[in-house]
């Protein structure tokens, strides 16, 4: 891909159980708020819904759009929270607040560049399929074009020709 590596998307998905650790044990802290556990209800809930933007069995798509939407919405809570609890928390788990930044801009990184591969991949399927229905379609008309212009002509040869008296006329 362009701005990343191949390999470092790979990191940060083998990270993704850890984010899951993490917001579980945030939601069942006692000094989260209920408007934060409710962004953590919101992440959780993404992440195990069938229902998804990519959906998860596309793989490494699947889990970049979860990625994304879990770490920004664990990083607004862990922002939000005042409490010296949430980096003990994190160290717990084996993160810190600069990998999640990290993986979030890897993670909108690749997605912004798979976008970007796909788009080309439709315009030149689309190419393709255009200049192929432009060659099927002028076979198709000039085979028609070809009839008509013969039928035509015969019409205007018998229009055109003049009409056999006979001689006794």
Known sequence: MEDIEKNEIFVVIKRLPRYSKLIYHLYKAPFVTRKQKLL??????YLISPIELVPGFIPI????????????IL???LKSSESKLIQDLLLYQGLTIEMIDEDIRISMAFAKAMVMKAGRLMGRTVLWVGKGSLAVGKKVI???YLKSSKMQ?????RLHKKP???KNE
């Open 153 to 157: 002509k015969n019409s205007n040869q």
């Open 75 to 77: 990083k607004k809570v």
């Open 61 to 72: 798509a699947g889990q970049v759009d979860d990625l994304i939407i879990v770490l920004t």
């Open 40 to 45: 953590l209800s919101t992440a959780m809930g």
């Open 142 to 144: 000039g085979k028609r």
């Open 164 to 166: 056999k008296y006979s």
